[in-house]
């Protein structure tokens, strides 16, 4: 019999279900580990990783699609993704990494109603034999512990490349 241990997730499973957009209602994203706030656009760690250090960079608008954003929230997406490379490979020193957003339910998109870019570090041999012979994924770092390594970093680094 499989087990994995995940503690974090008997609140999400045990707790009433709130309806809407999970990145537009703040009581869920302040819970739900955002660790950078821009002007129209915010960094938050993803509840439920492929891999240690999974962020997602979200515009604040309740958007679908990428010729919805303006113009400021494209340029914010991309500054924050350079930042969130400095930011990962100062902490994390990864090999690599994916980065890419899932428009439609047909291309994956679990959330497709809210426009999200998905910032992902590897490693080689992050998808070892678990993943393969047991279908399972391990997280060697609980996501609020790697939020508290990249907040200050953030902080850091973002007004470098705003200064830019």
């Known amino acids: 019999m499989e087990k994995i241990f995940a503690p974090w997730r008997m609140k999400y499973i045990a707790g009433e ?7 537009c209602k703040c ?9 950078y706030e821009g002007r129209s656009v915010f960094v938050m760690m993803n509840r439920y990783p492929y891999v240690s250090g999974h962020l997602m960079i979200i515009p604040n608008r309740h958007v679908a699609k990428i010729e919805e954003l303006s113009p400021a929230e494209r340029i ?3 500054g924050l993704l350079e930042t969130s490379l400095k930011v990962l490979g100062e902490a994390m020193n990864p090999a690599g990494f994916n980065i890419g957003m ?4 047909a291309a994956g998109a679990g959330i497709e109603e809210h426009i999200h870019l998905h910032v992902i570090p590897r ?12 279908n399972v994924r391990v997280i060697p770092e609980d996501v609020a512990e790697t939020a508290d390594k990249l907040i200050p970093l ?11």
């Open 17 to 23: 279900k709130e309806k809407g957009c999970v990145f």
């Open 76 to 78: 914010e997406i991309f």
């Open 123 to 134: 490693w080689e041999g992050d998808t070892n034999f678990m993943s393969v012979v047991g």
């Open 27 to 35: 009581s869920i994203r302040c819970e739900d580990f955002v660790i």
């Open 154 to 164: 953030f902080k850091k680094y973002h007004q470098e490349v705003l200064m830019r």
């Open 102 to 105: 899932n428009i439609g339910k």
